[in-house]
């Protein structure tokens, strides 16, 4: 490999952060992660050609967003709608993590103006959920006056320990939020990215918030406990199908992102053949950076968002995949179970999943709390920048013992400094938000350019069929699938 | 040990008294009185859900002077009679219930032992639900049930009923559905339920 093969380019200016309940002011951050000396990005698609081109960030800006979700929703039949009718978007805080929150914002105003255009209904809400940080949604419906959008008092926030509705199900009752579901009409709009793979596999996607963002505690709590298997996805479908959601729901929206970007929207009324789609598209557009991560051998990550820990992203890889890349989750023979009520004793029989042993040092320069993120600091060398910070951490009731297990610097190069020294590499990567291409060290760029070829030769011809037939889908039948354009 | 360090305050000139804090508070510490809620501070955990939901944010969270120190030690209980409760509910003994602050079924078991009936209780004790408040509510209900213990409605939204696990679901559905790959996880969890190895 020559210099001339490894192509890097200025780091990447990442999304700014976003001002929350869950993470520190960001005003006393003194320096951004990819403002670390001898930092580079790496495009996606230098990388991986092949990757679908980005419709956003583009020459169109946001109006690509708009102009795809519009086109997308022409083939929905919109018919049950009436005027008099009452509509819930179901949306969920995920989707507003991506670039700044701007595009999924405007997926969910376009289906709101196109529904009430081709419906003649006025009554149109926003709810929106979350998995954790009970108060998110509301803040992002804030900041993008989703209130005034939809009309005062329409655009709320809800949250897993708001007011519960039974939903009884082909199994037994589960339990959804009464505010997600108290219209004539829900419409699930939601967004494609790969998040956490260790959970959905790849199965079902677009069903899993009918699991989590639109479900109370006890659903959620099945999911990742009494569950927490390859087949917790079975809960998800299970809601979706039971006649207390098929009697409301119209149809589903979704915003379709890959690591490059925005790719498009998709809608159907048909849930199963959007999810299989998506999942395909998955399959696609994530196998090949899911799988180069895990040539990573050795690694310092530093998160620099206003995520929590595992939803913090790299060209649009959450950190969790960087996490479990050493196990392919995308093939379901593998378990890939870390945490419910059979974590522990699926260690002892060396079934589990443990974290990645490249991953050397994480190095906190901003992230938010509100994710139980204690066990990462008990396994990793973990660097906290500033005692602000520490003191926001150890103020959270999801990370109470977080700092027990970490040190504090006053500044990230002092961070970095002492990072590189307990990890010794010099291989660095940087979450913080960046999608078409990471910030890294020049040494973790010349390690990617040196993999991707092998790894995408690799995908191609082994792994992707293997994972399209484990979930029954014809291989080489999948590009068209999705009009992102 | 879990120790906890905050409390819950209410800023009276910003609440309405919509009353949301008490229906999700987890301690059932706070209640209503004459449209202000009143917090009682000795079982206050500072799980912030009353801060999470107050549309009004009207509630701020304050340093307790000495921390609130919960644990229930289940070297104290009749061993037996804490695996008894476990098995009935398909867990092992040292399976982290609580994620957050690694409280394991065997403490669970030993507060129920020691008399909790509800999961209020039991976060009372123990402190679990304080974190995510959000993965541990149906493996505690289950500890209760195998306890024998018949769990009553939550006087506001703290928790609703069992749902079903995936050792409970019929054959026809794990037939219909094979790509959820039912069959071979139930399988996975006998097989840790018969103690490992033992297939």
Known sequence: ?485 | MLSLTRYARVDEGLCTGCGICELVCIAECISIAERLPQIDLEYCNGCMNCLYRCPDDAITMEERTEPRELYIDPNEFDQRQIDEICEKTNMTPDVPVCGCHGITAAEIAAAILKGAKTPTDITRMTGARTGCKSMCIQPILRLLRGAGVEVPKSKGWQWYEITPAIYEIPHKTIEKYQVFRMKDDIELVNRILKGGGKA
């Open chain 1, 1 to 485: 490999m020559t210099l001339q093969d490894v192509k890097t380019y200025p780091p990447i200016q990442p999304p700014p952060y976003f001002k929350g309940m869950m993470g520190m002011d960001p005003a006393k951050v003194k320096k951004r992660a990819h403002e670390i000396a001898g930092i580079v990005s790496v495009r996606v698609r230098d990388l991986f050609p092949d990757l679908a081109e980005p419709i956003y960030p583009g020459s169109e800006g946001i109006a690509a967003v708009r102009e795809a979700t519009a086109k997308a929703l022409r083939k929905v039949d919109m018919s049950m709608i009436k005027p008099e009718h009452s509509v819930n978007i179901l949306a969920s805080h995920h989707g507003f993590t991506f670039m700044g929150g701007e595009p999924y914002a405007e997926v969910l105003r376009t289906v709101k103006d196109v529904v009430e255009e081709r419906t003649g209904c006025k009554n149109i809400r926003l709810r929106a959920g979350v998995g954790f940080r009970w108060k998110e949604s509301s803040e992002y419906i804030r900041f993008f006056e989703l209130d005034d959008y939809f009309g005062r008092g329409k655009a709320i926030g809800i949250a897993p320990v708001d007011e519960g509705v039974p939903i009884e199900t082909e199994v037994g009752t589960f339990y959804g939020l009464k505010k997600a579901y108290d219209a004539d009409w829900i419409i699930h709009a939601h967004n494609n990215d790969l998040r956490e793979l260790y959970f959905h596999r790849e199965v079902d996607r677009a069903m899993k918030p009918f699991a989590m963002s639109y479900a109370r505690i006890e659903t959620r709590s099945a999911y990742h406990s009494t569950w927490a298997l390859r087949s917790a996805n079975f809960i998800a479908r299970a809601i979706f199908e039971s006649p207390f959601v098929q009697k409301r729901f119209a149809f589903s929206a979704f915003l379709m992102i890959n690591p490059a970007g925005v790719v498009g929207a998709d809608a159907d009324n048909d849930m199963t053949e959007l999810s299989q789609r998506i999942d395909r598209h998955n399959l696609e557009n994530y196998g090949k950076a899911f799988k180069l991560l895990d040539e990573i051998d050795e690694v310092i990550a530093v998160f620099d968002q206003s995520t929590p820990s595992s939803y913090s992203f790299s060209a649009g890889m959450a950190f969790n995949n960087l996490l479990h890349a050493h196990v392919d989750l995308f093939n379901l023979d593998n378990l890939g179970v870390h945490l419910g009520q059979y974590s522990v004793p699926l260690r002892k029989l060396g079934l589990g999943v443990n974290p990645n042993p490249a991953i050397k040092a994480w190095v906190i320069n901003y992230m938010w709390t509100g994710l139980p993120s204690h066990r990462l600091a008990q396994v990793y060398p973990t660097i906290m920048v500033s005692r602000e910070q520490a003191s926001f951490f150890g103020a959270d009731p999801q990370n109470l013992r977080f700092m027990d297990y970490a040190v504090i610097a006053d500044t990230l190069d002092a961070a970095m400094q002492f990072a590189r020294r307990i990890a010794k590499t010099d291989n660095i990567i940087i979450f913080d938000g960046t999608f078409g291409g990471l910030n890294v060290s020049e040494s973790l760029a010349k390690l990617l350019f040196e993999k991707a070829p092998k790894i995408s030769e690799v995908v191609d011809e082994k792994l992707l069929p293997m994972w399209m037939k484990q979930r029954g889908f014809a291989y080489g039948l999948i590009s068209s699938a999705i009009d992102t354009r």
